[in-house]
Antibody, heavy 115, light 107 residues
């Protein structure tokens, strides 16, 4: 059974960089798109971007200038960096595996941006 | 970006009811559509992919249909554990946008 687990600071100061890691266990990291999605409190889901096992990335144009997603296959981890954060970036951040759809998700981690 | 809309935004129903949720895409997405269920404090769970394929382990009371721009999720007989928010998501054009969600609550 594939399991994903997010980790990282739950509090980030405004204008700084949010950094999260997703650890993958129970399955291969190859041949899938590893994805970050976020959900502001009480709101809907927003696609952030993905990294493929080759290292190819694709980002939401709305966030592209601030986002970096990377993959460490040896550690079976992928990471999200979001720079210059503001209060609008406060959200639950989920990592997920994209196959034909998002079939495995992490439990999510709340990141609050403080001023 | 591709725009996804859902209707209704919320529905009140009783156990045993048949519930239908509609999702509409702003452009043709063929059958690149998935449905997810989200319960409070939990990650979304994949129910349907490819517009009509049931994800492994999902009860057969859930079904999906549609192609092009109009899609439907149907719960044939609502169970207590089905009260949740349901999201559609397109995977035809990046970014793979989600619909705004439909809340199914107890009547």
């Amino acid at each position: 059974q594939v399991h994903l687990q997010e980790s990282g600071p739950g509090l980030v100061k405004s204008s700084e960089t949010l950094s999260l890691t997703c650890s993958v266990s129970g399955g291969s990291i190859s041949s899938y798109y590893w994805t970050w999605i976020r959900q502001p409190p009480g709101k809907g889901l927003e696609w952030i971007g993905y990294v493929y096992d080759s290292g190819v990335t694709n980002y939401n144009p709305a966030l592209q200038s601030r986002v970096t997603i990377s993959l460490d296959t040896s550690k079976k981890q992928f990471s999200l960096k979001l720079s210059s954060v503001t209060a609008a970036d406060t959200a639950v951040y989920y990592c997920a595996r994209l196959d034909v759809a998002l079939d495995y998700w992490g439990q999510g981690t709340l990141v609050t941006v403080s001023s | 970006d591709m725009q996804m809309t859902q209707s209704p935004s919320s529905v009140s129903a009783s156990v045993g009811d048949r519930v239908t949720i509609t999702c509409r895409a702003s452009q043709d997405i063929h059958t690149w559509l998935a449905w997810y269920q989200q319960k409070p404090g939990k990650a979304p769970k994949l129910l349907i992919y490819g517009a009509s394929s049931l994800q492994s382990g999902v009860p057969s009371r859930f079904s999906g249909s549609g192609s092009g721009t109009d899609f439907t999720l149907t719960i044939s007989s609502l169970q207590p554990e089905d009260f949740a928010i349901y999201y559609c998501q397109q995977a035809n054009n990046f970014p793979f946008t989600f619909g705004p969600g439909t809340k199914v609550d107890i009547k």
